[in-house]
Structure formats: structure tokens, C-alpha cells
Nanobody
Framework: QVQLVESGGGLVQAGGSLRLSCAAS???????????LGWFRQAPGKEREFVAC????????GYADDVKDRFTISRDNAKNTVYLQMNSLKPEDTADYYC??????????????????WGQGTQVTVSS
């Protein structure tokens, strides 16, 4: 089992910044099993969509096109935590943000089906 706990969501004005955190733990958690940690988001009435991911070992990253110039994913292996720094936020970034684990992937996994463990989500609201 892998537990993922997100934090850092909130209300921010357009143009502002937020940093989301995802703390990983669990019996199955180790640097050899973590593979990739990703962030997805789901706006009301919409499908859950890929935002960014990072390889636990090596630090390779992948981003969705509409966030790659504004968001940065990073990790702190000592704290077992992945971060999503979100800058220049727009109202369309408003969504519930979820952290997830994909155990396998040579290239950054972008499909929801690649991820097997999910956190409960943290809400981000960007006001105009």
C-alpha cells in the first residue's frame, strides 16, 4: 500500500501562486517502487486531466502543454514529498488537484490508467 496526502490548496487571485505538496508513505513505499508521482486535476463537470509528473529516481519530468511554462514539479526524497509550484494562476486552473503514483513508465506517464494509488485531493480556486 502507498498512501498519498495532498496539501496546500486554497483560494488565490488570478496571477497569484500556490505550492501543493504530496506526502508519500506506506508499506509498499520505497525509492525502488515509487516510479513516477504525478499531479492530475479535475474541474467540476470535467474529466480528470494530467498536469505534471516526476520520476522518483532521476527526476525526469513531464508537463501538460497548458501548464508547462507556469507550473514546476519537484521532489524532496528525504521528506518523501513531491511539490507542484503553480505560478501565474488563471481562473481555468480552478479544480481539485490529485497526487498519484505510477509504478512503471520509461517516458512520463500521462494517462490516468497508468496510476494506481491516488490521494484524496486538494481544492484550488482561482478568482478573476
Amino acid at each position: 500500500q502507498v498512501q498519498l496526502v495532498e496539501s496546500g490548496g486554497g483560494l488565490v487571485q488570478a496571477g497569484g501562486s500556490l505550492r501543493l505538496s504530496c506526502a508519500a508513505s506506506g508499506r509498499a513505499f520505497s525509492s525502488n517502487t515509487m516510479g513516477w508521482l504525478g499531479w492530475f486535476r479535475q474541474a467540476p463537470g470535467k474529466e480528470r486531466e494530467f498536469v505534471a509528473c516526476i520520476r522518483w529516481s532521476g527526476g525526469n519530468t513531464g508537463y501538460a502543454d497548458d501548464v508547462k511554462d507556469r507550473f514546476t514539479i519537484s521532489r524532496d526524497n528525504a521528506k518523501n514529498t513531491v511539490y507542484l509550484q503553480m505560478n501565474s494562476l488563471k481562473p481555468e486552473d480552478t479544480a481539485d488537484y490529485y497526487c498519484a503514483r505510477a509504478q512503471w513508465g520509461i517516458t512520463p506517464p500521462r494517462r490516468r490508467s497508468s496510476y494506481d494509488y491516488w490521494g484524496q485531493g486538494t481544492q484550488v480556486t482561482v478568482s478573476s
